[in-house]
């Protein structure tokens, strides 16, 4: 019975392979570069990012719930790995630390713990899409120049080389290369022409994406450098740089095996918790914010998102790759570039496998500064203007945490970013829970002249709520009457109840007189 939806639901992802083929193919070549870089930022062999992004794209692609999510190599794993390497002795002892990352980050989907995604608040989701945007353009504004001193994928704001993200832009302005910025103004004008006017003349222009052109233009162009057809040049830090293997077996020598030997070492296992808790939290905010891209607004379910990320860090640890996580940056990248179901990743990845095996040479020839203006327009897309404007509509409790998001991410690197936005989202939280706990009104005055007054209680009240019912009703005059009414409370934090019970009590000094509705104090605090 179970049988045919689940060949109904196959067949139903390739229903848009129209718009999944083009997509996957700009992911390939966004993805490529990064996942070198990664690796080399990590001091990792450089085929190890590549073997992540393939089993990212596969393993993690097939075995995910999310539809348009992208996985891979992260930046913010670079420094962990590289320490991790160090630290632990070999990288074969690595791959087991790995694998065993893998295995917890399974057991946190196993005992549900993708629940910690939906506590993100919308504004700082989106201050984190707008940071990562305004980062890219950033990051990506040297290459596009022809200085490659940074790896690509770095998402830090200070270098390794002592530099920073924008004494990076003004010395790329120094050292330019005139053959990048030629490459780079052609593809520009290429992707502005795609997006603007091609793309609504004809659906050809659709399903062929200006990316694609991007990097065969610039393939040509550096091979016209190369052969002196034109005055220019691009030295080899300014092309992409795949290991090429001769043959098969060559091919079979880039992967590498680990050492389970020292999986119980103390180290081994810290690492290894280390990289699944750092990976898992990465994987989850890049799955919430996956989802408010996607247009359908579809729900990723993200206890299996947790399951299928150590699943792949499972098999990328087996076979000498990189730790893996969900990147916002490559899944903008599918969803900018019209990527409709999980097919796209999934065909990245193998499109990842195929060219490692058979055109690493072809590949070689790609100028980094084409993929930078690629990767320009997807930080473009992420940041634009309007987005500014509309988020200031919203009001300082939305407007401050996305503001203070972006900056810090700039500034330091993404979850340093997300953290401090959250700090500053939950400050709103709390300052609004401060002032929506109760209602307080004068209602009338008794015969005897006593002023009364009325407190009722909202629904839910927490400890964070004790400052300010403390205040109001110290406030309260003497010779008064104060009604606190609980009727619609069905939950108050014991600290508030402690606090009204004393109240009671130290209201007779002012001479109050203080009535409870529907208030019920624990008995051992009636015995005071």
């Known amino acids: 019975m179970s049988a045919a939806p689940s060949r109904s639901n196959f067949f139903d992802l390739f229903k848009h392979f129209n718009r999944d083929l083009p997509a996957s193919i700009v992911v390939f070549f966004v993805a490529l570069p990064l996942c070198l870089g990664i690796a080399l930022a990590s001091g990792a062999p450089l085929f190890s990012g590549v073997i992540a992004g393939i089993v990212g794209g596969i393993v993690v692609g097939l075995a995910s719930g999310s539809q348009l999510g992208v996985s891979g190599p992260a930046a913010g794993l670079a420094v962990i790995v590289m320490a991790a390497i160090g630290n632990l002795g070999?990288?074969?002892?690595?791959?087991?630390?790995?694998?065993?990352?893998?295995?917890?980050?399974?057991?946190?989907?196993?005992?549900?713990?993708?629940?910690?995604?939906?506590?993100?608040?919308?504004?700082?989701?989106?201050?984190?899409?707008?940071?990562?945007?305004?980062?890219?353009?950033?990051?990506?504004?040297?290459?596009?120049?022809?200085?490659?001193?940074?790896?690509?994928?770095?998402?830090?704001?200070?270098?390794?080389?002592?530099?920073?993200?924008?004494?990076?832009?003004?010395?790329?302005?120094?050292?330019?290369?005139?053959?990048?910025?030629?490459?780079?103004?052609?593809?520009?004008?290429?992707?502005?022409?795609?997006?603007?006017?091609?793309?609504?003349?004809?659906?050809?222009?659709?399903?062929?994406?200006?990316?694609?052109?991007?990097?065969?233009?610039?393939?040509?162009?550096?091979?016209?450098?190369?052969?002196?057809?034109?005055?220019?040049?691009?030295?080899?830090?300014?092309?992409?740089?795949?290991?090429?293997?001769?043959?098969?077996?060559?091919?079979?020598?880039?992967?590498?095996?680990?050492?389970?030997?020292?999986?119980?070492?103390?180290?081994?296992?810290?690492?290894?918790?280390?990289?699944?808790?750092?990976?898992?939290?990465?994987?989850?905010?890049?799955?919430?914010?996956?989802?408010?891209?996607?247009?359908?607004?579809?729900?990723?379910?993200?206890?299996?998102?947790?399951?299928?990320?150590?699943?792949?860090?499972?098999?990328?640890?087996?076979?000498?790759?990189?730790?893996?996580?969900?990147?916002?940056?490559?899944?903008?990248?599918?969803?900018?570039?019209?990527?409709?179901?999980?097919?796209?990743?999934?065909?990245?990845?193998?499109?990842?496998?195929?060219?490692?095996?058979?055109?690493?040479?072809?590949?070689?020839?790609?100028?980094?500064?084409?993929?930078?203006?690629?990767?320009?327009?997807?930080?473009?897309k992420l940041a634009k203007p309007s987005l500014f404007k509309q988020q200031y509509a919203l009001g300082w409790e939305q407007f401050i945490p996305f503001i203070v998001t972006i900056v810090a991410i700039v500034f330091t690197d993404l979850l340093t970013g997300i953290g401090l936005g959250l700090v500053v989202a939950i400050f709103f939280t709390l300052h609004h829970s401060y002032r929506n706990s109760h209602y307080i009104k004068q209602t009338r005055t008794t015969k005897d002249g006593q002023d009364v007054y009325e407190l009722a209680l909202a629904e839910e009240v927490s400890f964070f709520n004790k400052a300010s019912i403390l205040e109001v009703l110290e406030a309260i005059p003497p010779n008064s009457k104060v009604i606190i009414d609980c009727t619609n409370s069905k939950a108050i934090a014991y600290d508030v109840v402690e606090f009204i019970h004393g109240y009671q009590q130290h209201a007779k000094l002012k001479n109050i007189t203080v009535e409870t509705i529907a208030f019920n104090p624990p008995k051992h605090l009636l015995g005071h």
């Open 90 to 380: 070999s990288y074969e002892v690595f791959l087991a630390a790995v694998v065993l990352a893998g295995v917890f980050q399974f057991l946190l989907g196993q005992f549900k713990a993708g629940f910690i995604a939906y506590f993100v608040p919308s504004s700082v989701i989106t201050g984190m899409l707008t940071g990562i945007g305004l980062l890219i353009i950033l990051k990506q504004i040297p290459h596009a120049f022809g200085y490659d001193a940074d790896y690509e994928g770095d998402e830090s704001f200070d270098a390794f080389d002592g530099h920073n993200t924008f004494s990076d832009i003004l010395q790329a302005w120094d050292l330019l290369t005139p053959g990048a910025v030629l490459i780079a103004a052609v593809s520009f004008a290429i992707l502005i022409l795609w997006d603007t006017v091609l793309t609504k003349k004809h659906r050809v222009f659709q399903l062929l994406q200006g990316p694609i052109v991007v990097v065969l233009v610039g393939i040509l162009f550096n091979i016209a450098f190369m052969r002196g057809w034109l005055n220019f040049t691009l030295a080899d830090d300014q092309i992409v740089r795949l290991p090429v293997a001769g043959s098969l077996g060559e091919f079979t020598s880039f992967f590498t095996h680990p050492d389970f030997s020292q999986i119980a070492q103390p180290m081994v296992i810290k690492t290894a918790l280390v990289m699944a808790i750092v990976a898992s939290l990465e994987t989850l905010l890049c799955v919430e914010a996956t989802d408010k891209l996607d247009a359908l607004k579809r729900v990723t379910p993200t206890n299996r998102e947790l399951k299928a990320q150590g699943l792949g860090n499972i098999v990328s640890g087996l076979i000498g790759g990189l730790p893996v996580t969900q990147v916002i940056v490559r899944s903008s990248a599918n969803i900018t570039f019209g990527a409709q179901t999980k097919v796209s990743a999934i065909l990245h990845g193998f499109w990842l496998l195929l060219s490692a095996i058979t055109i690493a040479s072809f590949l070689n020839l790609i100028p980094l500064a084409s993929l930078a203006t690629i990767l320009i327009m997807v930080g473009y």
